[in-house]
Structures are given as C-alpha cells and as structure tokens.
C-alpha cells in the first residue's frame, strides 16, 4: 500500500472502543497536540466547552430516541471507555455528522443523516472520531474553526499564567476569552496545572493555526484504528464535508485525497511505523 495512489486500500481488523485508550496518544497523536496540551485539556478543558457552547435550539436538537442503529453503534463504544452516562442529541439541520459537545456531562450531538446512514464502518469512524475528543476533554479541537480553536486554547494559557502573551492572536479578542475561561474554570483546580499550560504552550510557539488541523488527525488516527478500514474512514471523511462518499475511481480518488488534507494525513498515517505500533499493542495483527 502507498497513501494517496488512489487504490482501495486493504481492510483490517480494527480496535473498536480500545482505539481511544489515551495510552496510544503517544503514536496517535500528531506532534503539535503535545502531551502537556493533552494533560491540560483533561485538567482544564472543559471550560473550553463552557465558553464555546453550541446553540441547539437553532439546531432544533432533541434527544436520541431508543431503538435507533446510531444510539447501538453510539452505546456499543461510550460503555466500554467509560461515558455510560453520554447524552446524545440528534438534529434536522446537520448532515452525516458527530459533534462533540462537552464531556462534563458527556455529549454528542448527530445529525438525523448519521442515524439513518447504512455504512456501518464510515458510521463507526464518525463517531469514534467525536467520542476521543469528549474522553479527551478536547471536543472544541475539532468543534471549533481554525481561528477559534486557536483563540481558546491561547487563552487558556493565559488564564493560568497571566504574562503570557500569545503572537499573532487578536489582543482584545483574547483577553475576553481569557476572562470568560477564567470565569468557567474549577474552583479547586491544582495549581500544578499552570506549570503544565506553560509548557504546553512551549510546544506551541507561533504555531497557532495548525492547531486545529493537528487536532482533527488525532480524532482522525483514533478513528482509523478503531474502523481498520482506510476506505470507510475516507467515506466517513467525505461525509465530514458533506460529500456522499469518497471517490472509487482511482484517479479521482487520488485527486479527491491530494485536495483533502485530512485524507493526507490519514492516509500517510496509516502506513507509518506509529501505526504499526498502535495495532501491534493492540495485538489486532496476530
């Protein structure tokens, strides 16, 4: 296999709900999603959550009825890494998709396209891809635009270390969000985690606007690995950009993946020796 030539790509067993154990993130992970950014949104990421809610009445969202393959396929992961107690929202104006809401309480909200959709595997790759982020307490990452993803996160730094002055941020815009992420943050939180938000933002630097794109291929890698299936994960890509499914044509398909650089990443991920790893601690290739 070669990423990107366009070829349907062997399908392998997959890792199901073990794909989000944070023990992979150090193969999983892209470089820019540092393990102290990764500590400090379990620590403190749920303020995040707080000040970037999503506005479900405009979405007209209303909890999930029983019974539906979604809720099954939904269920059938949130048990097994904890989030027993995941709500999950369903709307009529958003398509083939899964958004993380929170995690304090754990939610998901899905499109009525999602609930319906008959591709098990794309279906499965959705959703594993939005459950990491709630157990990651990191949901804003893929939630988020590029700008705000990256504006929330600098202030969160800040609102543990108030020196600190993120470059290439919009001032004004960023002290309001620091106060807002003040305001949302836990009463008793350690203060070991201003140590923690200090060096995450080392790791960040000027880097701000791969932040959100670092982000989706950890939630993407994570998926992957649970699907085993290179295909189903592109079609559950296209379906991120309301698209019907990826192209099967080999040339289209290889253009459709050069224009898609989640598609890149993935699949570029998916023949590296970080792989490799995350499915041989898995023992998927026994």
Known sequence: RTPGNGQVLLRQFGA?????????????????????LRQLFVRAGDALDAVAAVDLRALKAVPLQPGTPIGATVGSVATVVGLGALQIL?????????????????????????????????????VVRALKMILSHAA???????????????????????????QGLEPKRHMELVRRITAALPRNIDPTVGVVALEAAGFVGSSWTQLSAAGAAWANRAALLAVGDPNAALDGLAWVRSEDAAPTDPEARAAW??????????MTFSVTDAYAEARMRLGLDK
């Open 16 to 36: 199901e709900a073990r794909a989000v154990d944070p023990r992979l993130d150090d193969l999983l992970a892209p470089e820019q999603m540092s393990a102290p």
């Open 90 to 126: 369903v709307s009529p104006n958003l398509g083939r998709v899964a958004i993380p809401l929170a995690t304090s309480p754990p939610t998901l909200l899905v499109g009525e396209p999602l609930a319906r959709a008959r591709n098990e595997g794309a279906r499965m790759f959705i």
């Open 140 to 166: 804003v990452m893929i939630r988020a635009s590029e700008q705000d993803s990256a504006a929330l996160v600098g202030a969160l730094f800040t609102a543990f270390n108030p020196s600190y002055v993120p």
């Open 257 to 266: 993946i050069a224009r898609n650089a989640e598609a890149r990443d993935l």
